[in-house]
């Protein structure tokens, strides 16, 4: 039976991958990480995969375009793949100068100051987006009207925010084969103007005191794992990303002297950065470190509910305060404390520089080498305002009437 869009579009990925067919062997392969056209045939005596593009890069109609095209080719006794393998074998005689082989390769070159989920997300973004249609073509030979062409397939998906970042992408692939002599222009800039704009949408975060007082109890009250519980007391009292609280480590924290030392493959920005500890940040990891469940300095501090072998999921905060009752949407992210923090440290009077620092905001230069060397000491001071005006929200709050 044949599929509709409304079917396409409705279904939803499970654990397991789902074939959903459609005509003469074509089927949509739908799993985690999402729709893919696939086509199923013989050639040769051998069976074989095709793949045909991913939904909703590639529409209905276009797939089964795709599909008719290679039928075609079939009854005309010819492999609808043998031109795309031809081509490969071509592109490594000309010494892997095609799109996709050289954006592998930048992405290979930038592995030991990326962390491993920004190498994933910019991966799977050439993957779906760029390589179906530019991975083939030599690199130098791509141009302002190809790379628009990718653009507007994104934006007819009403991903607009996703054709500037992949854009971007993009160019720094062209500056990588610039750099390696396999291109002399970068057309993305090209670009400029040409892309329908997009309004950035911040991600939510309280900052009113009495929305924050809201949050701050009930994660007190929080009554699901422990773990994820005293994790989300850690955060606003630090304010790092949550992926950064999520694999924090024994090993980098000194109780003694308040300091935790995050190393750089664990930052955004990939440079390794302290977070002075307040008394109270010091008094909870105290609390933790027995019932963590794991020992040496290799343990997670806030270990899987199912695994203490590994850190919590990156899923765990943000649905712990949906069940808290807070929207993830418009009300507050696990990543959005940073914004709080933010907000109410420059309401409090500390110089910008300091917060920023804190924050681990990229500041270039020589001013960004001073920063992270020399506002230790105003940090310190700072923390501990912060984790002392938290407190006095919070207790302000359950204060009896």
Known sequence: MALTLAQIKAEKPSDKPIKLSDEHGMYLLVNQSGKYWRFDYRFAGKRKTMSIGVFPVVGLAQARHALYEARAKLAAGE?????????????????????????????????????????????????????????????????????????????????????????????????????????????????????????????????????????????????????????LRMLPMVFVRPKEIRLMQWGEIDLDDGIWSVPGNKMKGGLPHMVPLSRQAVQLLQEIKPLSGVSGEAGFVFPGVRDKRRPLSNMTLNAALRRLGFSTQDEITSHGFRTVASTFLHEMGFPPDVIETQLAHKIGGVRGVYMRSQYLDQRKAMMQSWADFLDTVKNSERKPA
């Open 79 to 231: 492999d609808p793949m043998g031109e795309k393998k031809s081509a490969a074998a071509t592109a490594e005689k000309k010494n892997a100068c095609d799109f996709e082989s050289t954006a592998r390769e930048w992405i290979k070159s930038k592995k030991e100051t990326w962390v491993p989920e920004h190498e994933s997300r910019v991966r799977r973004s050439l993957e779906n987006w760029v390589f179906p249609w530019l991975g083939f073509k030599p690199v130098g030979e791509i141009n302002a009207v190809d790379l628009l062409s990718v653009a507007r397939r994104i934006e007819g998906a009403g991903r607009l925010e996703t054709a500037h970042r992949v854009v971007s992408v993009c160019g720094q692939v062209f500056r990588y084969a610039i750099a390696c002599g396999k291109a002399r222009h970068n057309p993305s800039p090209d670009l400029r103007g040409a892309l329908k704009p997009y309004k950035s949408k911040p991600r939510p975060a309280f900052t009113s005191r009495d929305r924050l007082a809201d949050v701050l109890c009930a994660i007190e009250d929080y009554a699901g794992n422990y773990q994820t519980r005293l994790a």
